[in-house]
């Protein structure tokens, strides 16, 4: 059972990359833009960075999913922004993580495992610029690389350029 979280900052292919291993990987997935409360969508929407306020019940909400699908033996796919090390440490741990100090939960690190979509600003710009029928505004993506702040050790991550194509991804079932 594989809790995988692909993370980057938006137009970073999170929700492109994800769904498609987990059709090839047989595994279920998740896109954390599902749910957002409508009044962060709604900021999204006008060009407004959500801040820590707006993330944190979010979050929670979306671990309580992923530790739902752990008991429950399921391997799953999650797509979410998961930009700053707090962010990931709540979809680890759950609001504990808002609490404590980080190095009291390094040991529940290893329960998920972060792929960081990597890109540069240009490159991402490029495809938002592109992209249609999506609530978030591309003027976001600035302040999304200001908030971003890349795995680092001892988290659970590897990082993977956004020019990675979804169809050659090495990971195999198990
Ligand atoms: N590897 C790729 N090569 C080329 N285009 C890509 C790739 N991955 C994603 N795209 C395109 O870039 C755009 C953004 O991708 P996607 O919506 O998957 O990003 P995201 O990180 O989920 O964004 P958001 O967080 O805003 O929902 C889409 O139009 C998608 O088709
Ligand atoms: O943390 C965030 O700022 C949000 O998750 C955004 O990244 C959006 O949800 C998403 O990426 C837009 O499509």
Known sequence: MVLLVVMGVSGSGKSTVGSHLAAKLGWKFYDADDYHPTENTKKMAQGIPLNDQDRIPWLCKLHDILM???????????????????????LVS??????????QLDSA???VLFIHLDGSMELIAS?????RGHFMAPELLQSQFDTLEPPSAPENFITLNS????????????
């Open 68 to 90: 739902r699908e752990e008991s429950a033996g399921q391997s799953v796919i999650l797509a979410c922004s998961a930009l700053k090390k707090m962010y990931r440490r709540i």
């Open 94 to 103: 759950g609001e504990d993580a808002v609490y404590s100090k980080s190095d």
């Open 163 to 174: 020019l990675v194509r979804s169809e050659a991804f090495f990971l195999q079932p198990y």
């Open 127 to 131: 495809r938002l610029e592109k992209r």
């Open 109 to 111: 690190t290893g329960k």
